[in-house]
Every structure is written in C-alpha cells, then in structure tokens.
C-alpha cells in the first residue's frame, strides 16, 4: 500500500503565488515518474507537469512558463510552484506516483486525494 498527501492548497489572488507538495509513504519500492494532473468543474482532467526519474520536466500547454515541477528523491516528494496564477487555474490538483513493482510488469500508478486551489480575480 502507498499513500499520497498533498498539501499546499487553497485561495490565492490572481497573479499570486502557491507551492504544491505531495509526500508518499509505504510500499514505495521505486518512483519512476511523478506529477500533477487537475480537474475543473465540468471539465476534463488534464495534464499540469510530470517529471521523469531523470529529472525531465513535461508542462501542460496552459501552464507552461509559469509553473515548475520539481522532486526529492530522499523524501519521496514532488512539488509544484505555481507562479502568476490566472483565475482559469482553479480547480482541485491531483498528484501522482508511477512506481517500479518487482514481479510486476510495468510501471503502477497511484493517486493522492486531490487538493483544492482556487484562484480570484
């Protein structure tokens, strides 16, 4: 069992700033890829950023240039610092693990509760 939280949630002004974390904890073995997805109301769920083992970063077209994500690999933690925030960033952001499983094949993927950030105009 794995288990993901998330902290660093909720309101900002727009053009703020807000620093996202996401600690696991448990059965880890090894984290391949890390990252965020979000979810706005009535909306689909779409890709933010991920970051690969090798410290590869890939952004979603409407956050690129203002978000980055980062990891510590000695905490199995990953953030997200958002930067300039517009109001179309509300919405709950999910973080994710994909972990290497001995005797499974290919990578396992789990997911953290989900942590609300809104942003005002």
């Known amino acids: 069992q794995v288990q993901l939280v998330e902290s660093g949630g909720g309101l900002v002004q727009a053009g703020g700033s807000m620093r996202l974390s996401c600690a696991a904890s448990?059965?880890?073995?090894?984290?391949?890829?890390m990252g965020w997805y979000r979810q706005a109301p009535g909306k689909q769920r779409e890709l933010v950023a991920t970051?690969?083992?090798?410290?590869?970063?890939n952004y979603g077209d409407s956050v690129k240039g203002r978000f980055t994500i980062s990891r510590d690999n000695a905490k199995n933690t990953e953030y997200l610092q958002m930067n300039s925030l517009k109001p179309e960033d509300t919405a709950i952001y999910y973080c994710?693990?994909?972990?290497?499983?001995?005797?499974?094949?290919?990578?396992?993927?789990?997911w953290g509760p989900g942590t609300q950030v809104t942003v005002s105009s």
């Open positions: 994710y693990i994909d972990r290497i499983i001995p005797v499974v094949s290919g990578p396992v993927r789990s």
């Open positions: 448990g059965s880890i073995f090894r984290i391949n890829a």
């Open positions: 970051i690969n083992s090798g410290g590869n970063t």
